[in-house]
């Protein structure tokens, strides 16, 4: 782990400090320099894709936009419209296929970061103050531009994960902290019940006599 502190990267991928922790281990391992990062985004590659040809409707979209149609804008119910008659024609859309706008909404959300690592940018618009409805814009998008929206979604998700570790720490310390005051708590009860225990009467002829200076010397 010496070598960690002295450790960067250009970019932090998802998993930043996996990522981190792993291109450290690099000279130890006798790996080359940027072995283990390009390794890495390769299989990220290859899963982004396995992903998306599981996603009809990300299939539809990659080949409904293309350099003739760098761009597109509408409504979800516009854009079920069009997927469907561009991927299947005439004929009935096989099972999974959206059904209606607001399941094609719910599947442009999920696969839209996949997406966006094959040069295809899905952006949710304002609503229409008109028709009231909301609009999505869908364009191509070049690899310098490609690269610096993912960056920023991956450093999104990073802060994200880092925000909810120091959480989680805060949590726990806050739990330690109750955890000592009522341990704190129940001692000095116990201290005190020992306390009144030793100065109470040994038996019922001591707890008879009056106390105080009067009587003090006497045997009552």
């Not at 990300?58 to 469907?84: K, M, N, Q």
Request: aromatic share 4%; glycine share 6%; proline share 5%.
């Amino acid at each position: 782990m010496q070598h960690l502190p002295t450790t960067t990267l250009n970019s932090l991928p998802r998993l930043a400090d996996f990522a981190l922790w792993a291109t450290a281990c690099e000279t130890p391992l006798a790996w080359q320099p940027g072995e283990f990062i390009a390794a890495y985004q390769n299989a990220q590659d290859d899963l982004i894709k396995d992903a998306l040809e599981a996603e009809p409707v990300a299939v539809a979209l990659l080949t409904l936009l293309t350099l003739e149609r760098p761009e597109w804008t509408g409504t979800a119910s516009e854009l079920l419209a069009d997927l469907t008659t561009h991927a299947h024609g005439e004929k009935r859309p096989p099972k999974g296929w959206p059904g209606a706008a607001h399941v094609l909404a719910g599947a442009l959300k999920r696969v839209a970061p996949a997406l966006l690592a094959q040069g295809l940018e899905l952006k949710q618009l304002n609503r229409d103050s008109k028709k009231g409805s909301k609009h999505w814009q869908i364009r191509t998008v070049e690899d310098n531009e490609r690269q610096k929206r993912q960056k920023e979604t991956e450093n999104t998700e990073n802060d994200a994960q880092h925000g909810t570790s120091a959480a989680d720490a805060s949590a726990d310390a806050s739990s330690s902290a109750d955890a000592s005051s009522v341990s704190k708590g129940n001692q000095a009860s116990a201290d005190k019940v020992r306390e009144g225990q030793q100065n109470a009467p040994t038996d019922a002829s001591d707890a008879s006599k009056p106390t105080g200076s009067k009587w003090a010397g006497m045997d009552i």
